[in-house]
């Protein structure tokens, strides 16, 4: 599992070169960020049933479908394990912004996803969209919690529903 760093480390030292001015300036934009990083983690452990409460709410309410006979997450069980999928997604999602550096989800959480999810009729859209909700509600919340520089939060919430939708072609 890498972080911004170890991952800039392990891409130079497999050409033996010190750092240029092009790794200087990453390691810069990581340090940079690294409070309002961790502040933003901070803020989504500190809501983060509510926040996948609230995705979930407005998931459902945009794709009614899926909660009804036949819907993938109709059933309690169904359900619940949807909302626990979402729950993933968000504490991975934390861990990424932290470590700046979406390696951890690669790990963690997209490898045989969509082979699992297939063999379930998961439907990968919804998923994808619930994802993008999320996103939305921990941007909001930061932003709230007067965390301006906040240009990071998007990237592994991009990146979970980007290779989701991708690989699902
Ligand atoms: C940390 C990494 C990790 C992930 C990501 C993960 C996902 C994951 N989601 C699963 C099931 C599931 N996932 C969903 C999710 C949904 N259904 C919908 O209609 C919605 C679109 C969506 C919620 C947004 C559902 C309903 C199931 C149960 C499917 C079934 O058993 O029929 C399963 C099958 C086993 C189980 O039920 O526990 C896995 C492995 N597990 C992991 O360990």
């Given at each position: 599992m890498?972080?911004a760093?170890?991952?800039?480390?392990?891409?130079?030292?497999?050409?033996?070169?010190?750092?240029?001015?092009?790794?200087?300036?990453?390691?810069?934009?990581?340090?940079?960020t690294?409070?309002a990083?961790?502040?933003?983690?901070?803020?989504?452990?500190?809501?983060?049933?509510?926040?996948?409460?609230?995705?979930?709410?407005?998931?459902?309410?945009?794709q009614?479908?899926?909660?009804?006979?036949?819907?993938?997450?109709?059933?309690?069980?169904?359900?619940?394990?949807?909302?626990?999928?979402?729950d993933?997604?968000?504490?991975?999602?934390?861990?990424?912004?932290?470590?700046?550096?979406?390696?951890?989800?690669?790990?963690?959480?997209?490898?045989?996803?969509?082979?699992?999810?297939?063999?379930?009729?998961v439907?990968?859209?919804?998923t994808?969209?619930?994802?993008?909700?999320?996103?939305?509600?921990?941007?909001?919340?930061?932003?709230?919690a007067?965390?301006?520089?906040?240009?990071?939060?998007?990237?592994?919430f991009?990146?979970?529903?980007?290779?989701?939708?991708?690989?699902?072609?």
């Open positions: 890498r972080d760093v170890t991952t800039l480390i392990r891409t130079y030292d497999i050409t033996g070169r010190y750092f240029d001015r092009d790794a200087i300036d990453r390691l810069k934009a990581y340090f940079d690294g409070m990083r961790v502040q933003a983690a901070a803020v989504i452990n500190a809501n983060a049933s509510a926040i996948v409460k609230q995705a979930g709410s407005a998931l459902f309410e945009e009614p479908e899926l909660i009804r006979p036949g819907g993938n997450a109709y059933t309690t069980r169904r359900y619940a394990a949807c909302l626990r999928d979402m993933y997604y968000l504490r991975y999602a934390s861990y990424a912004l932290v470590a700046g550096d979406t390696d951890v989800l690669d790990e963690r959480v997209l490898e045989g996803l969509r082979e699992t999810y297939n063999s379930l009729s439907s990968i859209g919804p994808v969209r619930g994802i993008q909700i999320m996103k939305e509600i921990v941007k909001a919340q930061v932003s709230e007067g965390i301006a520089d906040n240009g990071f939060l998007d990237q592994p991009d990146y979970m529903a980007g290779e989701l939708a991708e690989k699902d072609i």
